[in-house]
């Protein structure tokens, strides 16, 4: 079974640009999660998704970020406007509709802003 | 605000001895828990999951849980050098699915 997807593995972007960092979540699984390690921090919620619908953004900086997943296609998550601070390790996880809740993450998404 | 508190370590056990990982956390409410181990430059890798008080085994692996405590706790019998690796305690706000708030992690060394 192929597990959560992510792509791509690493993204350079100058400041100022935009960076879209993409999820398929594992087959069967419905809920859509994004996170953010900073070096030497935790990692840190950002953004629970299900199909078309944003389920909870709490943890979504207020400007520049925003998440959608699609009908069809993966999730995305983008950063518009980046600055050296975005720079950062972004995951993603998914997990199934039954009720234990795990989570299962994808390999990470390493964004540079130079 | 949820908070899941850990020792960040390092945290060194001799090969082959049990290794204790603790995290606590200081919402009455939390309902979920979870115990990642990371490598480092890697993503989280799920180990274990408890929902309720008591203890849960899996293989080399047991998870503790006292929600009167606010305390979880992760076991490993047997600790192998492959076992190094951070560990992170997440905990996960009402009983359905939503994002986890996870500690800082502890940081195990196991020494061969």
């Known amino acids: 079974n192929a597990g959560v997807m992510q792509n791509p593995r690493h993204l350079v972007r100058r400041r100022g640009q935009e960076a879209r960092l993409r999820c398929s979540p594992m087959?069967?699984?419905?809920?859509v999660y994004w996170y953010r390690q900073l070096p030497e921090e935790g990692l840190k919620f950002m953004v629970y998704?299900?199909?078309?619908?944003?389920?909870?953004e709490s943890g979504m900086p207020k400007e520049r970020f925003s998440a959608e997943f699609p009908k069809e296609g993966p999730s995305i998550l983008r950063i518009q406007q980046v600055v050296r601070g975005d720079s950062a390790a972004y995951f993603c996880?998914?997990?199934?509709?039954?009720?234990?809740?795990?989570?299962?993450f994808g390999p990470g998404t390493r964004l540079t802003v130079t | 605000q949820k908070e899941v508190e850990q020792n960040s370590g390092p945290l060194s056990v001799p090969e082959g001895a049990i290794a204790s990982l603790n995290c606590t956390y200081s919402d009455r409410v939390s309902q979920s828990f979870f115990w990642y181990r990371q490598y480092s430059g890697k993503s989280p890798e799920l180990i274990m999951s408890?929902?309720?008080?008591g203890d849960k085994e899996d293989g080399r692996f047991t998870a503790q849980l006292n929600k009167a405590s606010q305390y979880v706790s992760l076991l490993i019998r047997d600790s192998q050098p492959s076992d190094s690796a951070t560990y992170l305690c997440?905990?996960?706000?009402?009983?359905?699915?939503?994002?986890?708030?996870f500690g800082k992690g502890t940081h195990l060394i196991i020494q061969p």
């Open positions: 998704l299900q199909k078309e619908n944003i389920i909870d």
């Open positions: 996880a998914s997990s199934p509709l039954d009720n234990t809740y795990e989570q299962y």
């Open positions: 997440a905990g996960g706000e009402g009983g359905g699915a939503d994002g986890l708030t």
């Open positions: 408890i929902y309720s008080n």
């Open positions: 087959k069967g699984h419905s809920h």
